[in-house]
């Protein structure tokens, strides 16, 4: 495996870790009623609340998200 080979093979290691914890994060605020759905959509993630679409790159959907459930943890 070369430079290239290897470097393109960590990439889409972080990048489904990323997938996998906007699909954990945006479950946990479903479960909990902040949200009422979330998933791709054009290339941005979308997520659907309260009448809303909101469309987040990956990582601002991410930090939305936690940021939301952080919000009504403290509450």
């Known amino acids: 495996m ?3 080979d290897l470097r393109h093979q960590v ?3 972080v990048e489904t870790m990323s997938i996998n ?3 954990e994060v945006g479950n946990m605020a ?3 009623g ?3 759905g979330h998933g791709f959509r054009g290339g941005k993630y979308e997520i659907l609340q309260k ?3 909101i469309l987040l790159s990956e990582r601002e959907a991410i930090g939305y998200l936690e940021q ?3 919000s009504v943890m403290e509450s």
Do not use: F, H, R, Y
Request: no cysteine.
């Open 51 to 53: 009448g809303k679409v």
């Open 2 to 4: 070369n430079d290239q």
């Open 30 to 32: 479903v479960s909990m």
């Open 21 to 23: 914890k906007l699909t």
């Open 34 to 36: 902040l949200i009422a």
């Open 68 to 70: 939301l459930i952080k």
């Open 11 to 13: 990439e889409l290691e």
